[in-house]
Structure formats: C-alpha cells, structure tokens
C-alpha cells in the first residue's frame, strides 16, 4: 500500500523551475510533520523544507528564498516549489512524514516516498 507518491521531477536548465507535488495518505497527513528532503549519488541525505500542521514552514539555508513548501489540507498533498534551480540541486528528492520533526531533516522519516528526480543542468 503506497502511501507516499510524488510527481514533478525533471529536468531544467539552470535558473528554472519545477513544482514537486506528494500525494499523502489521508491519516498520514493528519498525524504527521510532513517535508522533503533529497539525495544526490554518492552523498548524504539532507533536509530541503518541512511543514507542521499549522502551515508553519521550515527551510534548510541553501534553499530559502529560492523554494517554497506548501501543502492542500483539502487534497491531503504536499508541494515544493522550486525557483532559482541551480546545477548544485540535483539530486533524487524524497516526501516524507514523521511525527518527530528532527527525523524529516535527516532523511529517517517513518513514511517516506520513492522519490522523483530532478536534474539541474
């Protein structure tokens, strides 16, 4: 039973956009932070944005300004908004839920997505 899925990856040229969606689990969405973090081959996982059930969100510094996470309590989905790529953010991107926040910006979130790539040329 799926019960993360994101949509959105691509490929860009570098100063591009991209919009990542992540369809939730509807009790999922209701019990956890949710937020995103990415991978790159051969490097660690890092946090990229996380948000709690207040809409509140949460930025890793290389990417504020330049991203912005949102989510649509009405659809159960989770956004990331990607403005200003840069060839330093390729990487597989993950959506991830966990009730503990900490474990989102390390990539151990309970729930976790198969990813989408996005590729920064």
């Known amino acids: 039973h799926v019960q993360l899925v994101e949509s959105g990856g691509g490929s860009v040229q570098a100063g591009g956009s991209l919009t990542l969606s992540c369809a939730v689990n509807?009790?999922?969405?209701?019990?956890?932070?949710l937020g995103w973090f990415r991978q790159a081959p051969g490097k660690e996982r890092k946090g990229v944005a996380s948000?709690?059930?207040?809409?509140?969100?949460t930025y890793a510094d290389f990417v504020k300004g330049r991203f912005t996470i949102s989510k649509d309590n009405a659809k159960n989905t989770l956004s990331l908004q990607m403005n200003s790529l840069k060839p330093e953010d390729t990487a597989m991107y993950y959506c991830t839920a966990d009730r503990i926040l900490s474990r989102l910006w390390v990539g151990s979130g309970n729930y976790r997505g198969r990813g989408t790539q996005v590729t920064v040329s």
């Open positions: 509807v009790y999922i969405y209701s019990t956890n932070y």
């Open positions: 948000i709690d059930k207040n809409g509140t969100p």
